[in-house]
């Protein structure tokens, strides 16, 4: 068992910048990947951004260029820093994490509201 647990979130105005940060109860070396996941109402959950095991990011398309993925091997916790930040941004943002046997694991959500 994993515990993912996200923090970060919060209420920020368009164009501002925001920092979630997500902590592994184990070794992220023992991660296939890891990173996040947002739903918004109504629309289904969508990649944001992921960095596997070797440390290469993926980005979702819409987030490209705004956001950055990063992670700390010695603190297990993986960083997202959300620049030019856009009400379409607006979601709960999840912390996910594959372990290398398969296992996947969900934090319980941070609310990010982009919002004048």
């Known amino acids: 068992q994993v515990l993912l647990v996200e923090s970060g979130g919060g209420l920020v105005q368009p164009g501002g910048s925001l920092r979630l940060s997500c902590a592994a109860s184990a070794s992220i070396l023992n991660m296939n990947y890891m990173g996040w996941y947002r739903q918004s109402p109504g629309k289904e959950r969508e990649l944001v951004a992921v960095i596997t095991s070797g440390g290469s990011p993926n980005y979702g398309d819409s987030v490209k260029g705004r956001f950055t993925i990063s992670r700390d091997k010695a603190k297990n916790t993986v960083a997202l820093q959300m620049n030019s930040l856009k009400p379409e941004d607006t979601a709960v943002y999840y912390c996910?994490?594959?372990?290398?046997?398969?296992?996947?694991?969900w934090g319980k959500g941070t609310l990010v509201t982009v919002s004048s």
């Open positions: 996910s994490a594959k372990t290398n046997n398969g296992l996947e694991y």
